[in-house]
């Protein structure tokens, strides 16, 4: 168990639709990343949060926006949900700011499936 | 921007084999290294890390990696491969920035026979 928690484990959805993932990252742990995993593009990259603020954006498309909240737990909100969306979405976490000798920590991902 | 290959998509190896799979990486300057392991509909647990100092890092489960500049190159290694090691492994790179925002290979998935 590495402390991250992701919910829901599983969503089924519909094209068009709009649906939020959630992270509690470690416990001490301030950044909190987002990775999407699909077959097209393997494990990617999205975004970053550090004590609340965007902190870096990788491949993360206009449709999906993140936020971390006082607590320190993140959602990923999804909306006009493509087919191609369907994926499995990570949650990592990271003491500080992630920079220098810091390694991040996985949740066990959210499978999405959009129909 | 910095890039990891995984030239191996499947590598099947007997139980007690020894095992090595390939990575590669291209990044402007000494990078962070990482294996993580995807055991099926599990998330990635991390394996071993490279930050600096000795190039022969030990990680958990028996696994080792080298970290070789001049090819750049980051190999797992394991002596001997029991069959519970069936998962996919997967090499990443950290910016030295922020060494958790991690570009990841395509992973390499292991099959283990008894």
């Known amino acids: 168990d590495s402390g991250v928690t992701q919910t829901p484990k599983h969503l089924i959805t519909a094209t068009g639709q709009r649906v939020t993932l959630r992270c509690s990252p470690r416990?001490?742990?301030?950044?909190v990343y987002w990775y999407q995993q699909s077959l097209d593009q393997g494990l990617q990259f999205l975004i970053q949060y550090y004590n609340g603020e965007e902190r870096a954006k990788g491949n993360i498309l206009e449709r999906f926006s993140a936020q971390q909240f006082p607590d320190l737990h993140s959602e990923l909100n999804l909306s006009s949900l493509e087919l191609g969306d369907s994926a499995l979405y990570f949650c990592?976490?990271?003491?500080?700011?992630?920079?220098?000798?810091?390694?991040?920590?996985f949740g066990q991902g959210t499978r999405l499936t959009v129909v | 921007a910095q890039s990891v290959t995984q030239p191996d998509i499947h590598i099947t190896v007997s139980e007690g084999a020894s095992l090595e799979l390939r990575c590669n990486y291209s990044y402007g300057a000494t990078p962070y290294l990482f294996w993580y392991v995807q055991s099926p509909g599990q998330g990635l647990q991390l394996l071993l890390k490279?930050?600096?100092?000795?190039?022969l890092v030990q990680g958990i489960k028996g696994f080792e990696a080298e970290f070789k500049r001049s090819q750049s190159s980051f190999n797992l290694r394991k002596p001997s491969v029991h069959w519970s090691d069936a998962a996919e492994y997967f090499c990443a790179v950290g910016e030295i920035s922020a060494a958790s925002k991690l570009t990841f290979g395509t992973g390499t998935r292991l099959q283990v026979t008894l």
């Open positions: 416990s001490g742990d301030l950044s």
């Open positions: 990592a976490s990271s003491y500080g700011t992630g920079g220098g000798n810091t390694e991040a920590f």
């Open positions: 490279y930050f600096s100092g000795d190039t």
